[in-house]
Nanobody, 122 residues
Framework: QVQLAESGGGSVQAGGSLRLSCVASGRTFGNYAMGWFRQAPGKGREVVATINWSGSATGYADSVKDRFTISRDNAKNTVYLQMNSLKPEDTAVYYC???????????????WGHGTQVTVSS
């Protein structure tokens, strides 16, 4: 099992940047594919970015390509989401998820953090 804790959310103006972090408990972090998801008010949870166990493969939603970057540091049990050129439509609660079974991580992932709020004002 793994427990996940996100941090780094906040309020920024359009065009700004934030870096989210997700720290995982346990000694087998490297066995988990990881993903960042988001949920805006009144909308379903959607995938933002995913990364495989070693970090050699990543994937992005079309809406964030070339603006967001997912990375991981297995020595620190941490996955990051660097968000640049933020837009008001990026406003959402951002969640990290972990899955030891498959890559890419999907909404049926077994492990989730509690989320961190990102608010982008115009």
């Amino acid at each position: 099992q793994v427990q996940l804790a996100e941090s780094g959310g906040g309020s920024v103006q359009a065009g700004g940047s934030l870096r989210l972090s997700c720290v995982a408990s346990g000694r087998t972090f490297g066995n988990y594919a990881m993903g960042w998801f988001r949920q805006a008010p009144g909308k379903g949870r959607e995938v933002v970015a995913t990364i495989n166990w070693s970090g050699s493969a990543t994937g992005y939603a079309d809406s964030v390509k070339d603006r967001f970057t997912i990375s991981r540091d297995n020595a620190k049990n941490t996955v990051y989401l660097q968000m640049n050129s933020l837009k008001p439509e990026d406003t959402a609660v951002y969640y990290c998820a972990a899955d030891p079974r498959t890559y890419p991580v999907r909404t049926n992932s077994p492990y989730w953090g509690h989320g961190t709020q990102v608010t982008v004002s115009s």
